[in-house]
């Protein structure tokens, strides 16, 4: 492959929907969670004897993955419930499945707050220890991933109507209509 293939195809990848997406979701989840690959860092470089694994789960073991969920999700919500541009309003683009998203990232709210002030409220002794902190953590991690799940997908079909012009519509709408107009009827 040449160096000029190589970069078209670098371009074309820039402006697809999919690499969007990711690269929004990505920025977003990674200055999301500064306070965990930054406690990460410094664990690794101050405390001897830890390794990775270990590490990763000191700076997740107090809940904190639950807080960082809604901060990564938050934003989504602000695709869903705008308009896209300034059309009349017939031809108004509405989020395809709004109602879906917006009650995932409620239970993806809810679940991390509830399981939030539990991990809290036990760490603090104002509850009992009757939960398993492992599971716990686990539920976090889960709910951190769901977060990220969320946030591409509606990032994704965001940037994809975004990039769908009125153009496209009337071309697909051609296409049906001709295929339709000579369709073979059978009985006649």
């Known amino acids: ?17 999919l ?13 999301a969670l500064t306070p965990v690959w930054a406690g990460v860092l410094i664990s690794l470089i101050f ?12 700076n997740t073991a107090r809940g904190d993955l639950f807080i960082l969920a809604t901060a990564v999700v938050a934003p989504v919500a602000l695709y869903i419930t705008t308009e896209r541009g300034k ?5 108004s683009i509405h989020f395809p499945a709004g109602w879906a998203f917006i009650i995932a990232i409620l239970i993806v ?17 104002l509850l009992g220890n009757g939960y398993d902190s492992g599971l ?8 951190y991933f769901v977060s990220i799940a969320i946030a591409l997908v509606v990032t994704f079909i965001r940037f994809k109507m975004d990039q769908t012009t009125p153009q496209d519509l009337r071309e697909n709408d051609r296409e049906f209509l001709n295929e339709w107009l000579n369709r073979d009827v059978k009985g006649e």
């Open 19 to 31: 690499y969007k997406s990711c690269r929004e979701v990505g920025v977003n989840a990674v200055f």
């Open 47 to 58: 405390l001897e004897g830890h390794s990775l694994s270990e590490s990763i789960s000191i």
């Open 87 to 91: 059309l009349p309003k017939p031809f």
């Open 109 to 125: 709210f809810f679940v991390a707050a509830i399981l939030f002030s539990i991990k809290r409220m036990s760490d603090s002794k």
């Open 1 to 17: 492959m040449s160096w000029k293939q190589w970069a078209k195809k670098q371009i074309l990848l820039a402006k697809s929907p």
């Open 136 to 143: 716990l953590q686990t539920i976090s991690i889960w709910t």
